[in-house]
């Protein structure tokens, strides 16, 4: 307990040792972040999505910067999850930092495959499962913006899973709470909110996009008092535990999610102008927490609304 400050957490029955997690597509596989921060003083690293096939991504350019935030058009660019286990999950092992695998599909059979890979794996906390993905079988609409769709692709990965099945909503619906409910009782064991927001940015003199794919997700300072508020939102609609990411930059704004009752937080864009951000965060929550008298991180969860003492 550095500082005086307690620090730790638990998302369900994983412990974590502090609540600030990398958020995946921000922080690669974690090892090649390995030179730049000690891995092991995070809470837990998110992967980047793998899919059951290797996937080369969208065309250049993928990043576009707008104020107070970033637009990326990434296109799930991934190794795929063979070569994830077989080469970055091996070399994950030399660290205890708990390390949680961002999974997608394109169907909720290939959700499901990639998880059976990941099962004959050691090293991983929990899965993760980005449901803001299209079902090529439905449309190409998002699974997270459906609750039927939500509620069929949690259900077969829970039966698939034996680790902790986190399931990371989309920001981008109308009532955020029943999508909420319908992954709760279709078995997830923890919510992760939310992802970015469907976005644009044009050159006008050029007439084009800023994005090779046209158009993108915004991530950021921009989104963080929107996305407080879907995880508040998603607090007081079911009992599992949630992690909030959105434009977290400094240990205030991690404070702001654990208050409305976050468990934990990812850091995900701050990555972008520093690779240690979610080291620096860890560092300064301590700070913070001293400085503020508070004992325990985890005793500011929920506590909007309670008297100041
Ligand atoms: C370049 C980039 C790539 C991302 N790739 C993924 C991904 O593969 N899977 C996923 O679930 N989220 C992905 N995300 C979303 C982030 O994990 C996070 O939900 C979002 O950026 C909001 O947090 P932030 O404002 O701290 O960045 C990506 C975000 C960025 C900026």
Redesign the pocket.
């Known amino acids: 307990m550095p500082g005086g400050v307690d620090l730790s957490v638990t998302v369900g029955a994983l412990r974590l040792a502090n609540p600030i997690l990398a958020?995946?597509?921000?922080f690669g596989y974690g090892v090649e972040f390995a030179h730049l921060v000690d891995l092991n003083r995070l809470g837990g690293i998110v992967v980047?999505?793998l899919s059951l096939e290797p996937m080369d991504g969208a065309p250049a350019p993928r990043?576009s910067e707008t104020a107070g935030g970033?637009l990326?058009a990434?296109g799930?660019q991934n190794v795929g999850v063979r070569a994830f286990v077989a080469e970055k999950l091996l070399a994950l092992r030399a660290y205890r930092t708990s390390v949680i695998a961002?999974v997608f599909g394109r169907t909720v059979r290939e959700y499901v495959e990639v998880i059976r890979v990941l099962e004959d794996a050691e090293g991983l906390a929990a899965y993760e499962l980005?449901i803001?993905c299209p079902n090529v079988a439905c449309g190409g609409f998002e699974f997270g913006i459906d609750p039927q769709m939500t509620a069929e692709v949690v259900a077969a990965a829970r039966k698939a899973a034996r680790r902790p099945l986190w399931v990371?909503l989309s920001p981008n619906v109308t009532d955020i709470a029943i999508i909420a409910r319908a992954a709760e009782n279709s078995g997830a064991d923890a919510l992760t909110v939310?992802?970015?927001y469907p976005a644009m940015r044009v050159d006008y003199r050029a007439r084009r996009s800023r994005l090779g794919n046209l158009t993108g997700?915004l991530?950021?300072p921009a989104?963080k008092p929107i996305t407080l508020r879907l995880v508040y939102e998603v607090c007081r609609a079911v009992k599992v535990p949630v992690i909030g990411?959105?434009?977290?930059e400094k240990a205030e704004d991690v404070l702001e999610y654990i208050v409305v009752g976050a468990s934990a937080v990812?850091?995900?864009?701050?990555h972008f102008s520093d690779p240690r951000a979610s080291l620096r965060l860890v560092e300064g929550l301590e700070r913070v927490c001293s400085s503020d008298k508070v004992l325990s991180v985890r005793s500011l969860r929920g506590s909007l609304g309670a008297e100041m003492h």
Do not use: D, P, R, Y
């Open positions: 958020a995946s597509g921000t980047k999505g990043l970033l990326n990434v799930l961002n980005n803001s990371k939310a992802n970015t997700g991530s950021g989104i990411l959105g434009g977290i990812q850091v995900g864009t701050a």
